[in-house]
């Protein structure tokens, strides 16, 4: 049995979780982080020294880092969203790497960070400006891409569509002065009518908000 440890409303557990519900793959997922705790125990330290959540056991592997366990579960239960051959991969993986460093830093660490969990009188809106003026130009990169096919990296879904994916629920829920980008907005209502993103992705982020955000 596959164990996700993690809290659901995490960004970085989210899409770990998608994709295994992509892939029809029976596992499950422990709260853990946040207001639940139990990532300084030292059994839990063993898994993720890092004390973050996700974490990952599947039998003799046990894993961290998000991305590290998609590329893992995708490569060892299937060939769908991490194609084997290294020419068909590069571009997915160009694309998924560029979600994780490029996109999620302004979506989540500055955007969200600043809306949700810093009360509104500590909020630094220099960062929330940087934040948005970049995440117009980033995303009209993204928007010219999918206006030449429907997923990220081609014709096909894979990893870079779950990781980029993952963050446009708060990309497209948080109040603030987004681009109007017409493929960005397609592709992500495409996304929406996907169970198991309406389930996994499309969580509240409610209990997350900081007093007085
Ligand atoms: N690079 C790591 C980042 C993990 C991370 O920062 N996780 C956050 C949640 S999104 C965390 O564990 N925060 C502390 C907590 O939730 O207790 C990954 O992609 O797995």
Redesign the pocket.
Known sequence: MITVY??NT????QPVIWLLSELNLTHKRLD???S??G?DTPDYRKKNP?????SLEDGDVTM??????MRYIASRYGDEFWPSDPITRAPADQWMEWA?TTVAPNV?YKVFWQLVRTPAAQRDHATLDEAVATLRQIMAIADQQLSKHDWLAGDTMSLADIAFGAQLFRYFTLPFDRADLTALSAYYSRLTERPAYAEHVMVSYESLRAPGA
């Open positions: 993690g809290r995490s960004s970085n557990v853990v982080g946040g639940f705790g990532t890092m004390g973050l959540i996700p961290f880092e998000s991305q590290a366990i994780k989540v």
